[in-house]
């Protein structure tokens, strides 16, 4: 079985830019959760989607939006990006709330 | 001060070394993990507990509910087990709070 899946591995962009991170749960899991980890921290919760509605958000401005679609894939969009929303953006899936959660391998954004 | 602290922040060991590392949590919790993190990113979930004791291998967890405080050991070290440890929990909205990781080194 594949297990959770992100696009793209790594991504640069400039300020102001906007960007897109995909993430496809494992097969059956039907709650998919994005973390962001700057270099050197643990990671931070952003949000939470469970059955395509948003389940939790973290601290993180409105510039952050996600969905999640009936397939239960789900994007992160980050809007008007700074140098400081370069870091690793991890993905999680499970089957509920309060489960064990599989993350994927991440993505690098890197904000120039 | 962070919700979740763990100690130490760095640890390095000789191959075969028993290690332990530690996790206190100020908040109400419904469970707790234990992640290991590779360079380059990869999480993988070690252990997910919410009482008690756990075991895999070589890797041990537990939790004391009362004392709000969790320990990872690993026995018999190997080179192999050198990446980050994270201790995470789930808060009682059922949003996952991290560490900020233990670095270990284990050497040969």
């Known amino acids: 079985d594949a297990g959770v899946t992100q696009s793209p591995t790594h991504l640069i962009k400039t300020r102001g830019q906007h960007v897109t991170l995909r993430c496809s749960p494992i097969?059956?899991?039907?709650?998919v959760s994005w973390y962001q980890q700057v270099l050197g921290q643990g990671p931070q919760f952003i949000f939470q989607?469970?059955?395509?509605?948003?389940?939790g958000r973290g601290n993180f401005p409105d510039r952050f939006s996600a969905r999640q679609f009936p397939n239960y894939s789900s994007e992160l969009n980050v809007n008007a990006l700074l140098l400081g929303d370069s870091a690793l953006y991890l993905c999680?899936?499970?089957?509920?709330?309060?489960?064990?959660?599989?993350f994927g391998p991440g993505t690098r954004l890197t904000v120039l | 001060k962070n919700e979740v602290e763990q100690s130490p922040q760095n640890l390095t060991a000789q191959e075969g070394e028993f290690i332990t590392i530690n996790c206190s949590y100020s908040?109400?919790?419904?469970?707790l993990h234990w992640l290991q993190q590779h360079p380059g990113g990869g999480i993988v979930s070690l252990f997910m507990?919410?009482?008690g004791k756990k075991k895999h291998g070589r890797l041990i967890a537990t939790i004391n509910i009362q004392e709000k405080h969790s320990s990872l050991h690993i026995t018999a070290s190997h080179p192999r087990d050198s990446a980050v440890y994270i201790c995470?929990?789930?808060?009682?909205?059922?949003?996952?709070?991290f560490g900020t990781g233990t670095r270990l080194q284990v050497f040969p």
């Open positions: 995470a929990v789930h808060d009682n909205t059922d949003k996952l709070i």
């Open positions: 999680a899936s499970s089957l509920g709330s309060g489960v064990k959660q599989f």
């Open positions: 908040v109400g919790i419904s469970a």
């Open positions: 507990l919410s009482s």
């Open positions: 097969s059956g899991h039907k709650s």
């Open positions: 989607y469970y059955e395509k509605e948003e389940r």
